[in-house]
């Protein structure tokens, strides 16, 4: 919201710059983000009136005549809009317009032109704040504007414009009048005097004639406590005057025309929403009811919209004829042809219009003052001042206002001083709590150990002691109140074991040399696409996405994964191991979430060096980190060759807890990669975090260890090549003693000498035992055994060395 | 026989001169061997007299001993020539550059969290979580925001279902939290938040926040100043100073947007802190009375306050990161800056 620093001090007198105002206001909780200095562009441009308009022959060209008081000047113009008296700006031969350029007298082919008359862009107006008439071709002033004036001089162009971003709470500073009490709080603190209101008051009378002779019946009362109409004959619906167009100017309103512009400036001005309607419009009476479910109404806007009761609509006989609060009708409402006008003057409740307003989608400056709570006490005098306006500008008689009524006086609020010391730390006198009353206008009654406190009208965020508490903590301010830490008896502060878990988890994956990631948890429809992922039907959707590619829950951690691995790759960032933990989201048993592991490995672990060694990530490193993860959760689970769309067919298994997949590992299938322009082959595994902690708070015991020398002993077994590496390690510790303690394959050997579907596995064993030295003859007899066992459980032959 | 002793003698000092190890072994057998010339001396020794063995006996065992010597000694210096040899062949350029292999390092965010948490736990803070998907029941109706609030419209909500969305807050979690305990509750929660809003470099649809929350008998509005004064020393320097400015957030009355000392500047103002000096970490308040009596607590009996920071703030406040977005990037030239 912009605020006219020149209009602000036509109302309340200050000595502030505008930045001391905006801190000010910011300290008191009306946040000012800046302050927007505008100056004029322009040079020598001033009012002149069209005194003739001619054609020029054969030309798209038209010569005006125009009178700027001192002189007549002959100027050419191509503009179609003129009409013979408009007011327009003239720019003087040896004048600059706003972009800089200098208008010299020309020569339209024997035709002088005595300079050029101005477009709203000539003279850097803001289109936003202009009329659609004021916008097209030459600008007009208003016809009561003087001529021979400077531009800058009838428009009020120069001004500091205070940038105020409002919350919700301030409904009391959405009006210029509500900034104006402000700024008079902040001189009475400084001042330390009581907040004069008064000053801001229209004391101005009315001069009515005759009724309005059109009833209104409200149905609920607490929807509309307060409903004023009144009818105001013959106007005349024109242009506004120079004097409201100057101040619609400063608050930024777009004018239409001096009815509507009039309940325009009484709500940016006074805060008082107001409706005009064409009075013969009116079917007999008005009704402020909930609409009835199925009722229509074209709005202003001119869009046909559907009702509902959740609608608090203004209805005459033959149904709804504006959305209270919200929008107007358009059949009723105030045109060039309209006679006699309907001037609502209404309070209604603030929910009510929330809700009515959130229901069709739509804000005005009505539904947001009404919604955020305006002064309940206003709507008579904003009948008044505008009804005075409406006569002066439209000459248009008011008569007497048909008013209905249900407004109770507001029950003063009790303020207990103990709760004050109670809630701040800090006993406040009670002087001074007084004082800071006194400073927001606020009436007390001194009753000892407590105040009686009655708000102003339009502080609506004043309800309950709490709300006057903040109050003085804003009036004594907030940064003058001390600090304390908390003082309680000692306790061990701990996180949730499972949050523990993660952090160890998270610090394991690191200490084994990945880097943590956290990506965005959307994902994108084509994301699972180039997956594969198949389970759409469990996918949370967003209702509301911003955009496409964060519009569903991310299913997997893979989906936001790959993105990071391109764009690394692409990046130079060739080696990649990296890991992350986050939560995956499944429609199941309502909305899933659920915190997976995902560890991807891509390029090598070593750096490019001149020792050329090097160590190329692969499926059983991957996997080897995923054993160790597994061995500090105290876990083993097994690994069961599976295919995933994802995952290449012959090089991926899922991992099994009992039953239970948890997770899986293997290599990408290089399709995809290939996709997202990746070359390297990489590497992935997910398991379900919560599976890994089943079991990881089992408490590490100390197991004694061989202090006698192992014994080592290399053996060598050939198996059919499909054979799994896993049968045949578990047949030999299934012959094993006790004294087994290692068992490494060192070697895997397929091709000659070998028979073709052979494969040698050569395997190193270690034995030790707590209680002596072992020798080989201790060995000997398991080794022999084995042979048996090798031949019968694998169909093996072993090769003693 | 005293002629050739001393001619010997001679003849190995004039031999001994230059010799590789190889050729003093050689010298060791001509000189000392089984046959050597000294040996052959011994031997001659048994042809004099009784009188003369005695003398020359102890000069020949003399100069075999000056031999043994001067050939040890000899052999040691080549033994240790020769080892330096060897040495100086197995230099290497000590400035060569080391061969490293990638190590890990947690998330900035992830460290930054760890930071927090390791404050707030020393303050007695007890750690908690909640979940991402929310009911609107807590990220709004029990924080004070019926449906319809104005308030709602501050921030923009993703919706999964109707009442069902994506939480723009971590302050739902005050709810989980006095819910499930009783006063005392003393608090922190950590997590991602979500909201609708267009991206650019200070705005991202996903972010973190840190809620603080505690109630109890006699919790102040000075335990809330002290606590964020305290937390922001620790977490800046202790230089850097809090602020509080009036704000609104329904949840909390009086309710507060709290600052911290520019530390880009120091406070005298630069364009990081639009020349205010001050940067905007957060919300903060005393726990509405509504809010405590919508969970079952009497607001006449226990108090409390609240906060809510941002963790990517707090990050790159402290980091000077330029950008919310690099944090879900993921660059690991990003990612590697931060060690830990
Ligand atoms: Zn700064």
Known sequence: ?801 | MKDKIEQIKMEFEEKIKGKSLKEIKELETYFIGRKGKVTELFKMLKTLPKMQRREFGAEINELKQFIEKNISEQVATLERKEKIRKLKEESIDVTLPGIKLHTGNLHILSQTILEVEKIFLSMGFDVMVGPEIEKDYYNFEALNIPEFHPARDMQDTFYLAKKILLRTQTSPIQIHAMEKYKPPIRIIAVGRCYRRDAVDSSHFPIFHQVEGLVVDRKVTFANLKGTLAEFTREMFGKDVKVRFTPSYFPFVEPGAETSITCVLCGGKGCPVCKYTGWLEMGGSGMVHPNVLRGVGIDPEVYQGFAFGWGIERIAMIKYRIPDIRMFYQNDLRFLKQFKG
């Open chain 1, 1 to 801: 919201m912009l605020v006219s620093i020149k209009l602000l001090k036509m109302i309340i007198p200050f000595n502030y710059t505008a930045e001391e105002v905006g801190n000010k206001l910011s300290m008191l909780g009306l946040e000012v983000e800046g302050i927007r200095k505008v100056k004029h562009k322009f040079e020598n441009i001033i009012t002149g009136k069209v005194l003739e308009i001619q054609d020029i022959p054969n030309t798209k060209l038209k010569k005006t005549l125009i009178d700027t008081k001192t002189e007549k000047l002959q100027i050419v113009t191509t503009a179609t809009n003129l009409k013979s008296n408009d007011v327009v700006p003239v720019a003087l031969p040896h004048s600059k317009v706003a972009n800089g350029t200098e208008i010299l007298e020309r020569d339209f082919k024997g035709m002088i032109s005595q300079g050029m008359l101005c477009s709203y862009a000539e003279i850097g107006l803001d289109p936003e704040i202009l009329s659609s008439e004021e916008k097209e071709g030459i600008f007009t002033f208003p016809l009561d504007t003087p001529i021979g004036k400077k531009v800058e001089d009838v428009l009020p162009i120069d001004d500091d414009y205070l940038e105020l971003s409002l919350l919700p709470d301030r409904a009391d500073a959405f009006y210029l009048v509500g900034l104006a009490r402000w700024i008079e709080i902040i001189k009475a603190r400084e001042e330390k005097r009581r907040a004069d209101f008064a000053q801001f008051e229209d004391h101005s009378s009315i001069n009515i004639a005759g009724e309005t002779p059109i009833p209104i019946y409200i149905e609920d009362k607490t929807l509309c406590p307060f409903y004023s109409g009144r009818l105001i004959k013959n106007v005349t619906v024109s242009k506004s005057s120079l004097s409201l167009r100057q101040k619609l100017f400063m608050l930024r309103i777009r004018p239409i025309n001096n009815v509507v512009d009039i309940t325009n400036f009484v709500l940016r001005f006074y805060g008082q929403p107001l409706h005009t309607f064409d009075a013969d419009t009116i079917q007999k009476e008005v009704i402020i009811r909930r609409a009835k479910k199925g009722e229509r109404i074209k709005t202003l806007d001119e869009v046909e919209r559907k009702l509902t009761e959740d609608n608090l609509v203004i209805a005459d006989e033959r149904g709804p004829i504006a959305i209270a609060g919200v929008m107007g009708g358009y059949e009723t409402s105030v045109t060039e042809k309209t006679k006699n006008v309907f001037l609502e003057s209404a309070y209604f409740s603030p929910h009510c219009i929330a809700k009515s307003a959130r229901s069709l989608g739509i804000v005005t400056d009505a539904s947001d003052i009404f919604e955020r709570g305006a002064d309940p006490l206003l709507p008579p005098k904003g009948s008044i001042i505008a009804s005075n306006l409406i006569s002066k500008e439209a000459k248009g008689i008011p008569a007497k206002e048909n008013v209905v009524s249900f407004i109770t006086p507001a029950e003063p609020v009790n303020l207990r001083l103990s709760r004050v010391e109670k809630i701040l730390g800090e006993r406040i006198d009670k002087e001074y709590v007084k004082k800071y009353f006194d400073f927001e206008g606020f009436d007390y009654k001194d009753k000892g150990e407590q105040l009686e406190v009655i708000a102003p009208s339009f502080r609506r965020d004043i309800e309950k002691e709490i709300d006057l508490i903040e109050e003085i903590v804003r009036m004594k301010g907030y940064n003058e109140f001390g600090e304390a830490l908390i003082v309680d008896k000692l306790k061990a502060a701990k996180r949730t074991d499972y949050e523990d878990f993660i952090w160890k988890l998270k610090d394991k994956l690191v200490k084994i040399g990945l880097d943590e990631v956290q990506t965005v948890s959307l994902t994108s429809e084509s994301l699972l696409n180039l997956i594969g992922y198949n389970e759409k039907d469990s996918v949370i959707k967003l209702l509301n996405p911003l955009s496409s590619d964060m519009s569903l829950m991310r299913p997997l951690l893979l989906s936001t994964l790959l993105p990071i691995l391109e764009r690394n790759k692409k990046m130079g960032n060739t080696d990649i191991a990296m890991f992350e933990i986050g939560k995956v989201f499944k429609k199941e048993e309502g909305f899933k979430e659920t915190d997976e592991l995902g560890i991807l490995l891509s390029g090598k672990r070593t750096e490019k060096n001149y020792l050329k060694v090097e160590f190329a990530y692969s499926f059983p490193y991957l996997k080897g980190i995923f054993e160790d993860i597994f061995s500090f959760c105290n876990i083993a689970p097994r690994y069961v060759p599976e295919q995933l769309t994802w995952m290449h067919p012959y090089q991926s298994a899922g991992i099994y807890l009992d039953k239970e997949r948890i997770g899986y590992i293997g290599r990408i299938n290089d399709d995809i990669l290939e996709k997202i322009g990746v070359i390297d082959k990489v590497f992935y595994g997910a398991v379900n975090v919560e599976k890994l902690m089943q079991h990881c708070n089992e408490k590490i015991q100390f197991k004694p260890f061989s202090l006698y020398p192992p014994v080592k002993r290399d053996i060598a077994i050939v198996v059919d090549e499909d054979t799994p590496e896993e049968d045949v390690r578990k047949a030999i510790i299934s012959a094993a003693p006790p004294e087994l303690k290692k068992i490494v394959l060192f070697d895997l050997y397929k091709g000659t000498p070998l028979p073709p579907n052979k494969k040698n596995l050569a395997y190193s064993l270690e034995f030790s035992s707590v209680h002596k030295t072992l020798k080989g003859e201790d060995i000997n007899k398991f080794i022999d055994q084995l042979e048996k066992v090798i031949k019968e459980k694998v169909n093996g032959k072993l090769r003693k060395e």
